[in-house]
């Protein structure tokens, strides 16, 4: 299960987009008396600059330290999903992508999610936790006090809370009948469907490099999704489902994205800590 140390990263990635912090803009006369003389930047000793690094590494240790503790087991709703699922799962530590695939009859159906999402979460709950820890800094330290001692008896409950929009690119392919490529978002348990693309070159379809991409968005993208007729709505939503594009998926990937967001971020640490150590 997530812990609440875990779930409260999502509450600063939330604030980062959330608020901006506005800029003054200042006379260039004004930056150059306030710049440090260019002599000065080369005064400092090798014995000043080991300390810096010595300082940096120390909390790099810190922080390493504090994920390992909730780094443990995948977590339950993550491991449940995986063992029933009828997709196989693609992935590969450092990368941000992670892939879904299957076969149903004679179509390859593809589905490809960003780990990165995680940095646009918006939960409105996380938004006005950070709110509070910027105007009454003790309020938030007795809110994280509460929700540690709440932790351990709701793990379940918080991991079902865990969603955030995760943006999706489903691609259902037939080797004699080209690709649909759908875009859609998982929350909240659901899919959002906002366009489906007709492809009729399997191989562009299922290409992802820059160029591949460039050319699928000049092919013409069809109508939005939400101003089909609803009958054709609830349809195609069945025809997904039947799919494996259902309820329990668009809980699997935000919860998944959260799960490899802090592996990735502690191999990210370790990585940082291993280049300024070098000598």
Known sequence: MFSVRALARLAPLAARTAVAIPRVAQPAAALRIAATPASRAFSSSRMTWNKVDQELIAKLDDEIKCEAETEAETPEPVSDYLKKSPFQLTEKSGSDEVILTRKFGNEEIKVVFAVSDINAAEDEDDLEYAE???EEGNQQQNQQQ????????EEEGEAESLTFPVRC????SKSNAGSISVEAIAQDGAFIVESVANIKDNVLANSRSVEADWEKRGLYQGPPFAELDERLQVAFEQYLEERGINSDLAWFVPNYVFHKDQLEYTNWLKDFKAFVAAK
Do not use: A, P
């Not at 509460?146 to 008896?153: A, D, L, P």
């Open 132 to 134: 509070d820890y910027d």
């Open 169 to 172: 690119l489903i691609t259902i």
């Open 146 to 153: 509460e929700q540690s001692q709440e932790g351990e008896e």
